[in-house]
């Protein structure tokens, strides 16, 4: 990797003195283009082609930089994606009206304006409702009576949602997005909240964090959608390790251990012990300290250190250091320095998992 | 399909396909973020649209949608597509396992590949146990860590069964790696969940003495300690009261090397009632340089250490520190409720 070593670095004049900064300006630059036209490289995920519009708009709002966005484009295409019941009967007919991911997954037929298979997808209807609330356009516009009711039918009988109603895999991450959405649309008839909850806490593993499913290993991105979720839903407070821990309903102290731990010697956090430090987890991890109150023991100096040698001389951040940069990366990067306090970054929503204005 | 990709001949020019008229993904005007598609990908969506609209459940869809797969191994609506080919045609899904193999031996890091691995295993019932423990032991093999075959794993031995060997085959990967945290999981999935195993109080005793033997081995592997402490996760009178946890703690404060998670499950046990022996109180007394030695009260104490020995939660071990007297007070309210 000797010949990434500048890689590491925000600008070459730097070099002698070692002083590495947050290159706003190549980031913003980084999303521009990207904005533009994604690279052939992002065909593979072109399914979630709402989820990378989301990266990258979401992006340049948290670097303040939201100007560059075409907004009536935008809301007008995010909206092209929604599926839509032909009539009230239809509504109950199983499926799921939400948002398609990409056009790979709603089509027209040959003669009709309908759209033919409804695919649309829990994560892409999180994505597709971020967008349009990041751009500023009034949610209150959207039908979200087709949203809410039909999502009732994709949560399932323990509690966790399916992401699809033409079957799926079952997890947290889709009890967190369905939270996300009933939270934009401000509006949790489309989800049994109780239910949820028992879903979420039965996940928290013997460490303290939590697995996507139950049983399953603790992991930084699960532990995030159970307590962004649990947040959202209202049946935790926020800064919990002020209160008293013997009334809340998860373990709170083996959970923050474990999340204080992931910050390894690198400074970097890692999503599972004994593995290596990734930039996202900067975000997953760091943001369930936040939530919890807990950030003031993250050591920000060598999180900040970790995370600049992930940072692109070319803007963006990858998921290790010195590696290429990918949007995934870069967008909890930002997230990531936008709750370490840089500044000219906007203030983050962690729960959303959005911008605030 | 993958033994010609090099040399991928265009649906166009495939006489098999010539009956169909491709359907172009309608982006509309004002597209966002659009991508810059290689020809090949393009195409293969294209075809894929004409088959889906016109329902074709037949040989040739299904291998378009095996290309497609391919490119796009995320797509969940080809996926789905295949799975109603699959049906309709009532393919021999011994073939579809081989299928996935095939896929998952280059990428493996994928939710729609595993679902589909499920849903056909679930089609084979019982009779497919063996071979989808074999499938994700192979997974291992590169990557013993891969959440999406431990998740396949465990739904397997749940729903197939295959529970007999599973704790020596935990046993297996610790050797190879003790710290595997995955399989540090997956061995405190088997003894809580293996149905002939009598559950956790019954079989705490053995597990004890493997952890602190594995703990003895490597004090600086977090796994195990975390694993220790989950062992008592819902009896903490036995865990105060067990000796053989503090005499551990002990034995790794005495060392004086490595001791953050020796001092952090001494911590634990303090502030859940355990009374320090005076032994452990001279190994902590041992650790602390003379000057910082102002605080009476054990607890305090190991937050003290910790805050020396792991400078990188300093605040955290402060704020431990400063919230104890609020944490014991709960810790033996807890107790004398068991």
Not at chain 2, 60 to 82: C, D, K, M, P
Not at chain 2, 260 to 280: I, K, M, N, R, W
Request: negative net charge; hydrophobic residues 35%; aromatic residues 10%.
């Amino acid at each position: 990797m000797a010949d990434d070593d500048d890689l590491l670095w925000s600008s070459s004049t730097d070099r002698g003195s070692e002083v590495r900064l947050f290159d706003r300006n190549r980031h913003i630059m980084y999303l521009q283009m990207n904005y533009e036209i994604l690279p052939s490289g992002y065909e593979g995920q072109e399914i979630n082609r709402l989820t990378l519009a989301y990266f990258i708009i979401s992006g340049l709002h948290i670097l303040h930089a939201l100007d560059h966005v075409d907004k009536e484009a935008v809301i007008n295409w995010v909206l092209s994606l929604q599926a839509h019941p032909k009539n009230e009967a239809e509504l109950n007919n199983g499926q799921f009206y939400g948002f398609h991911g990409s056009r790979s997954s709603q089509f027209h037929s040959l003669d009709k304006e309908v759209s033919v298979p409804n695919n649309s997808h829990l994560a892409s209807t999180y994505c597709a409702l971020a967008i349009l609330k990041t751009v500023g356009y009034d949610l209150s516009l959207i039908n979200s009576t087709s949203i809410l009711k039909s999502m009732k039918c994709l949560q399932q009988s323990d509690g966790s949602f399916m992401p699809i109603h033409t079957g799926a895999e079952k997890d947290l991450r889709f009890v967190y997005c369905a939270a996300v959405i009933s939270s934009l649309l401000d509006d949790w008839s489309g989800m049994d909240k109780e239910k949820a909850k028992n879903y979420i806490l039965s996940c928290q593993s013997y460490d303290g964090g939590f697995g996507l499913i139950p049983g399953q290993e603790s992991h930084g991105g699960a532990t995030y959608c159970a307590v962004a979720s649990l947040r959202l839903m209202g049946f935790i407070e926020d800064n919990l390790i002020s209160q008293s821990t013997s009334s809340c309903i998860i373990d709170l102290p083996l959970l923050l251990d474990w999340c204080l731990q992931r910050q390894a010697l690198d400074g970097g956090f890692q999503g599972r012990p004994n593995k290596t430090s990734d930039t996202c987890y900067a975000f997953w991890i760091g943001g369930v300290l936040r939530i919890l109150g807990a950030n003031q023991f993250i050591d920000e100096k060598t999180l900040r250190e970790f995370l600049l040698t992930c940072q692109s001389k070319y803007g963006g951040f990858s998921k290790f250091p010195g590696q290429f940069p990918d949007l995934y990366h870069s967008y909890y990067g930002f997230t990531a320095f936008s709750m370490l306090q840089e500044t000219d970054l906007n203030s983050l929503s962690v729960e959303l998992g959005i911008s605030m204005f | 399909m993958d033994s010609d990709e090099d040399e991928r001949i265009p649906l166009s020019q495939r006489p098999e396909w010539s009956d169909i008229t491709p359907v172009p993904q309608d982006d509309g005007p004002n597209p966002v973020v659009p991508i810059a598609y290689s020809e090949e990908f393009a195409e293969t969506m294209d075809y894929f649209r004409a088959v889906y609209l016109a329902d074709e459940r037949s040989h040739r869809a299904l291998q378009l949608t095996s290309e497609a797969i391919h490119f796009n191994a995320g797509n969940y609506t080809v996926w789905q597509f295949r799975r109603v080919i699959l049906e309709a045609l009532n393919a021999d899904l011994h073939d579809e396992l081989e299928f996935v193999e095939h896929l998952a031996s280059k990428n493996s890091k994928n939710y729609q590949l595993w679902h589909h691995r499920r849903w056909v295993a679930e089609k084979l019932g019982s009779e497919a146990a063996g071979r989808e423990l074999e499938f994700t032991k192979n997974i291992f093999l590169n990557d013993a860590k891969n959440y999406h075959a431990w998740s396949h794993r465990q739904w397997v031995l749940q729903n197939l069964g295959g529970w007999e060997d599973e704790l020596a085959y935990c046993d297996k990967l610790l050797e190879d790696d003790i710290f595997n945290n995955s399989a540090w999981n997956q061995r405190y999935f088997v003894i809580t969940r293996h149905p002939g195993l009598g559950g956790i109080e019954g079989i705490r005793d053995s597990e004890v003495n493997y952890t602190i033997k594995a703990i003895l081995t490597k004090p600086e592997n977090e796994s195990p300690w975390r694993y220790l402490r989950g062992l008592y996760k819902n009896n903490m009178k036995a865990f105060v009261t067990d000796s053989k946890v503090s005499t551990l703690c002990l034995k790794v404060l005495t060392s004086k090397v490595n001791c953050v998670f020796a001092l952090s499950l001494l911590l634990d046990l303090l502030v859940h009632g355990f009374e320090p022996t005076q032994d452990l109180k001279n190994a902590l007394e041992s650790l602390i340089p003379e000057s910082n030695n102002l605080d009476s009260d054990v607890a305090a104490r190991v937050c003290l250490v910790l805050e020396i020995m792991d400078p990188m939660r300093v605040n955290y071990w402060r704020w431990r520190k400063s919230s104890l007297s609020s944490h014991v007070e709960d810790g033996v309210k807890n107790l004398s409720v068991h």
